[in-house]
Every structure is written in C-alpha cells, then in structure tokens.
C-alpha cells in the first residue's frame, strides 16, 4: 500500500507542456496553467535547473535536469520564449566564469570509451587465440559474417581512439580578455573580445526547433567559426560571455539562416 501511495504522488508531480501553455501538476494542490505568455523571466542554468518567473517575480516552476524530457522542456522554453532566454544569457554573466572552456560535451567522451572498452575485451579474449594462428585461420577460411566479427572489434576501438584525441584537440578557452580557439591539426588561434567587428549567428532548424548552432566571428585578419552542434559543455557559459563582451564593445551582432 506505502508503495503504491508513494507511486500516486510521484506521478502527481510532473509538467505537461505544449506551444501555447504549460500546465503544473503538484501532489495535494491544484494543478495551475500558464500562458508562455505570462513567463516573464527565466534563470538558472539549462545544464542542470531552470527556474520559471511571473511578471510580479513569483517563482512558478523549477525544472531539474532528472526529470523526464527535460531536454525537450528547455528546448520549448528556447522557441517559445525567445526573448527571455536573450535576456538570460545577458544577465547570466559572470565577472569569473564558473568554466572557461567549451569543448565537446561528456555523451561524446562515454562513447570513445566505450569503443576503447570493446578494443580492450577483444584483445583480453582472442589474443590467445592468435598465439595458436586460429584467428588467422579463421578470417581467411571463413565467410564474410565471420570476418566482420572479427574486424568490428579493432575498427571501433581505432575509430574511438582517432576520435578521443580529436576531442581532447577541439576546444576554446576563454577570460574576460581573449578566447583561445584549438583545432586538430590547427594551430591555436587566440582572438581579442575587443578585435571582433561583426558576429553572425546561424540558427539551424531540428525537428521543429531553432537553435544558435553556429557562429561566425569577424575581424580584419578573418573569419572564425564555432559549432555548437558538439561542443556542448560549457555552452552557456561561453554565451553568456559572448553577450557580456557584446555589450562592452559594442559589437555588431545579427541572426542568419544559414
């Protein structure tokens, strides 16, 4: 009985959201709808939590990133209110950033692992086996399923690895001063707040959904390009600094299509 009660409130406490309203479901109180409307304030951090505002500053919602389809909440809350997530992102400024690096998000590291993982079971197992020439035997006596078998193993975990290091080589370093941009086979470029003339902002449509995935940085020496596509960790910390230095230095600044 304890179970199924606590079962009951845990599945009164959710949010059911749409394009028009947001609709707050909490255990033993009235459930409450709002207009994206009537949102006139939104802080927190979309990595983690984001707090919902009234007009008169009356908190209406917490979201966490534990809840279910918390991705697809704050995607909604960035197309429907696309205003007040500007106006986050310029009050979301920090004098010392919490990180000062935007690099590839953690998902991508757990997969480059997990390709090592399968490399390293796969050497464990049948190396023993190649001591005795079977594996040899095998991939020239045997068919195109069993070769598969065989090499699937050793492309992953060489993929993963070539991947890793171009990971561990992207990313851009930044401080109120200069970001420092690193590629694979680049060298670094370090690029003055103060030096950048115009930013273009590239909004690409996903599913329904807008979002500021690249960036173009223009300066008299030249054009340099961010994708947000993969570099996700740190994300909104460096769009917060991008705003702030937009505001110090009065740089031009324009969305684009492509």
């Known amino acids: 009985m304890l179970l199924i009660f ?35 304030k939104v802080d927190g ?4 939590t984001v707090n919902l505002y009234l007009l008169d500053g009356t908190k209406v919602l917490t979201a966490r990133l534990g809840m279910v389809n918390y991705d697809v909440f704050c995607d909604m809350i960035k197309k429907t209110c696309p205003e007040k997530i500007a106006s986050y992102y310029r009050s979301h400024m ?40 079977s594996i ?8 195109f399923s069993q070769r598969f078998a065989l090499c699937f193993a050793p492309v992953c975990g060489v993929i993963s ?9 992207t990313n851009i370093r930044y401080s109120q ?9 680049h060298r670094k470029h370090e690029l003055y707040w103060r030096n950048i ?24 020496e030249g054009t340099y390009k961010i994708s947000f596509k993969f570099l996700t960790h740190g994300k909104d910390e460096f769009l ?19």
């Open 177 to 185: 001063e200069k970001m420092t941009i690193k590629y694979p086979l």
């Open 45 to 48: 951090n979309f990595d983690n």
């Open 6 to 40: 606590c079962g009951n409130v845990a599945g009164r406490d959710c949010v059911y959201f749409n394009s028009r309203e947001v609709r707050i479901e909490k255990p033993f109180r009235k459930s409450r709808t709002f207009q994206w409307e009537e949102i006139r």
């Open 94 to 133: 920090y004098e010392e950033p919490q990180k000062c690096i935007l690099r590839y998000g953690s998902e991508y590291y757990l997969l480059a692992a997990m390709g090592i993982g399968i490399l390293l079971i796969y050497m464990a197992i049948l190396v023993p086996a190649a001591a005795e020439n």
């Open 161 to 169: 690895i070539v991947f890793l290091v171009v990971m561990l080589n």
């Open 240 to 258: 917060s600094m991008l705003f702030k230095m937009i505001q110090k230095y009065g740089i031009s600044c324009m969305q684009t299509d492509k």
């Open 136 to 143: 040899i035997q095998q991939f020239l006596q045997g068919d």
């Open 197 to 220: 003339q115009r930013i273009e902002m590239a909004a690409v449509e996903k599913t329904e959904k807008a979002e500021w995935m690249k960036l173009r940085l223009y300066t008299r």
